[in-house]
């Protein structure tokens, strides 16, 4: 970016209009998407660690549950009705991390660089949130293979494998935007992490990710059906079993995690330049 581009920003003048501004927000998309893309080509092994938690997952606890019945998940067996969870709670631990990088990006100034670029914050936020779903597309991938090598009948027809990939985008968009929230409100990692620690468990197990909806506890339902990451199980539930297995249709899934991800780009719009400072 030049100096008098920045100059420019810096002034709130000569900002573009109409087509010049939609060339400007898509190479700003670009740049962030391809940032991200350039940090995991020169470090994937942080994806191959990420793919020890999902495997313990359906091979140890998959395989106990599956082999004493005690979870009703008829006409599925539990592994079937477990890998769309597990595939949830992978994209889940993977965005729901994503404000670190945030918050080292302010420390070495890049958050700066961005803020004075030319494109809407919301386009900026957007753009980061849409950066973070190639990790979880990576674990999507990680999950299929493990979970076709255990023999777990899948639907991979390709209608079915194009609305899972952009279902994760969406779930990965929704939970590393909470993420980038978390990290413009406390700004230091170790705040973060704390915080972030604290979420992910309540929000995996008070979801149907490793049991249905219908054996929770009366109290716990309504913080289930208050939890974006309920309806994301749900709609990878629709797309990857044989036949749609969810509790509601893929539709209403997909509306709650795109309404719900609109309204947290909106807020972090409002609170990202607070990185700066």
Known sequence: MSQSVSSNA??????????????????????????????????????LLRAVQPA????????????????????????????????????LFIAIFYGIATIRERELGIITKFLVS???????????????????????LIVLLLATGLGVALNFRPEAILGLILTIILGSALFSTLSMIIASLVK????????????????????NAIYPLSIMPAWLRPFALANPLTYLVDALRNLMLPTPGGLFPLGVDLTVLLAVTLALIFIEARLYPRMAQ
């Open 118 to 140: 030319p494109a809407p914050r919301a386009i900026l936020v957007g753009a980061r949130a849409l950066s973070a779903s190639m990790r979880g597309l990576s674990q999507a």
């Open 56 to 91: 313990l997952w359906l091979v140890i606890f998959g395989g106990v549950f599956s082999t004493i019945h005690v979870i009703p998940t008829a006409p599925y067996t539990y592994l079937q009705f477990l890998t769309p969870g597990i595939l949830a709670q992978s994209v």
């Open 10 to 47: 810096l002034a709130g003048v000569g900002r573009p209009h109409g087509a010049d501004a939609l060339r400007a927000a898509f190479t700003q998309v670009v740049a962030v998407v391809g940032l991200e893309a350039r940090k995991l080509a020169h470090d994937p092994s942080e994806l």
């Open 188 to 207: 230091t990692q170790e705040r973060f992490l704390g915080i972030g620690q604290l979420l992910t468990m309540p929000l995996f197990f008070a979801s």
